[in-house]
């Protein structure tokens, strides 16, 4: 069921909430679950909404919401609660996420970022092969992770893309990591490394290369580098169509030292990660589901002449902005009944029949969000997209969706035709 945006679930003070994405008891979400994204959905709604043009405007990063994301513990959503998180699961976060997406996407991509690094080397790492003594270590390093998030409010990132084939799974990453003692000496390069200059700590995806070796994917590792150490610099500038505060500059990395412990996963777990448990690179996604939904309220909330700061002018009896409505609602249903299946899924080892519908999952959040944001502004006419509203900003943020590696529309579909039919293994010889 899509709420309709007039009809609200709960009041706050004067501001009247807005309705869940996902209702509670219509998608069977336990009551803690409903809790964590409710909290989700008052902050982005109430706080985060206000801000949001401001923070696109001068494409400067949103870091009053990292402030009030620490204050509300949703900066350590993913944590375990014995480490002091929330505890959140995958479609917990997903969820929440959603809800974030809708009123601030550049707040919720960075912190898609953020929270990847604790859900990664939480659950997910939990779901993995490791020795005993493997799992111990990491549960110690980890444990150092989380208590700098929960107590300290710092701040991660996941700068993968370095403008090749790696960040598409196609290859290993350039950027090196020299094994020395202590730890490693990083070198390399980082596009379109979100939170550059604002996270605490870049979570690199490097090759481990020791002398005289070649670089495998296999040997890929995950550090959490201090933005602090030295070699460390952010250069260029950030100017883009749209997620303007996701301040995705460039990172280099010249000679590094990163210590042991600064591992977010054991050596090789990152690749097993990658094999079984594909739905990691779908939490790009929920930002963009919340896109979907904000181009949807925003449609229905305008032809009824309810825009704050627009004249009350009715739109809504001229039977061609009905059917466009109608339009949205039915992809917008599409969208949320997809996805929400397939964050409900992820785990290790998934079915074929879940990874196809995890990548097609993925393909309609991404291209629909910006096909809503379309025909939103096409029905609502042209003082709708006015910088003075929201709209807009939806419509740019939503058109990134898709160019997100290694997931983006085109690999999804390369993905989703080759894999339905062949078998692994399989050749045409
Ligand atoms: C707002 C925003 C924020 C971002 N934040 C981050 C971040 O925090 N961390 C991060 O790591 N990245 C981030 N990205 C980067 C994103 O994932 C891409 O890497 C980025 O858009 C770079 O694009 P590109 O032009 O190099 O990609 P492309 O040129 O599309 O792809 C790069 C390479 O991938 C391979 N490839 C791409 N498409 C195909 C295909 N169809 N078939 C076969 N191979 C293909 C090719 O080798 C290609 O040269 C962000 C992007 C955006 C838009």
Not at 193 to 214: F, M, N, Q, R, W
């Amino acid at each position: 069921m899509t709420a309709a945006v007039n009809k609200t679930a709960t009041t706050q003070g004067k501001v009247v909430l807005d309705a869940p994405i996902f209702d509670p008891r219509a998608f069977r979400l336990g009551d803690e679950q409903a809790a964590i994204i409710t909290r989700a959905r008052e902050l982005g709604q109430t706080v985060f909404a206000g801000r949001a043009a401001a923070y696109d405007r001068d494409a400067e990063f949103p870091t009053e919401n990292y402030r009030d994301l620490h204050r509300t513990g949703l900066l350590g959503i993913s944590i375990p609660k014995t480490h002091g998180g929330l505890g959140a699961d995958y479609p917990t976060y997903a969820l929440a996420a959603a809800e974030i997406g809708r009123y601030c996407g550049a707040t919720a991509l960075t912190w898609n970022m953020h929270v990847c690094s604790t859900l990664w080397s939480g659950p997910l790492a939990d779901d993995l092969d490791m020795d005993a003594a493997t799992r111990a270590e990491h549960g110690r390093r980890r444990a150092t992770h989380y208590k700098r998030i929960v107590e300290d409010g710092a701040i991660y990132s996941q700068p993968f893309s370095e403008g090749g084939a790696a960040a598409a799974g196609g290859v290993a990453f350039g950027t090196e990591a020299r094994p020395v003692k202590g730890g490693w000496l990083v070198n390399g390069k980082k596009i379109f490394a979100s939170l550059s200059g604002h996270a605490d700590y870049y979570g690199v995806l490097c090759t481990e290369i020791a002398e005289g070796e070649k670089a495998s994917r296999r040997n890929t590792l995950y550090l959490a580098v201090p933005a602090k150490a030295d070699g460390v610099s952010v250069v260029g500038d950030w100017d883009p169509l749209g997620m303007r505060g996701t301040v995705s500059r460039t990172l280099l990395f010249k000679d590094v030292f990163v210590e042991d412990d600064a591992a977010l996963m054991p050596r090789g777990v990152y690749f097993q990660a990658a094999q079984r448990w594909p739905h990691m690179f779908l939490t790009l996604s929920p930002t963009y589901m919340g896109l979907a939904q904000a181009a949807y309220d925003f449609t229905v909330r305008y032809l009824r002449g309810e825009v704050p700061g627009t004249p009350p002018v009715k739109r809504r009896m001229y039977p061609t902005k009905q059917i466009a409505v109608a339009q949205m609602q039915i992809k917008l249903e599409q969208i949320k009944a997809i996805w929400f299946q397939a964050v409900s899924e992820a785990r290790s080892n998934p079915d074929k029949e879940q990874v196809l519908r995890a990548y097609a999952a993925q393909y309609s959040v991404m291209e629909g969000a910006n096909e809503l944001a379309t025909l939103a502004i096409r029905t609502c006419g042209g003082q709708a997209m006015l910088k003075s509203l929201p709209l807009e900003r939806i419509y740019r943020d939503s058109r990134c969706g898709s160019l997100m590696l290694p997931w983006t529309a085109e690999l999804c579909l390369d993905r989703i035709g080759r894999e339905a039919l062949y078998e692994p293994g399989e050749t045409d010889d």
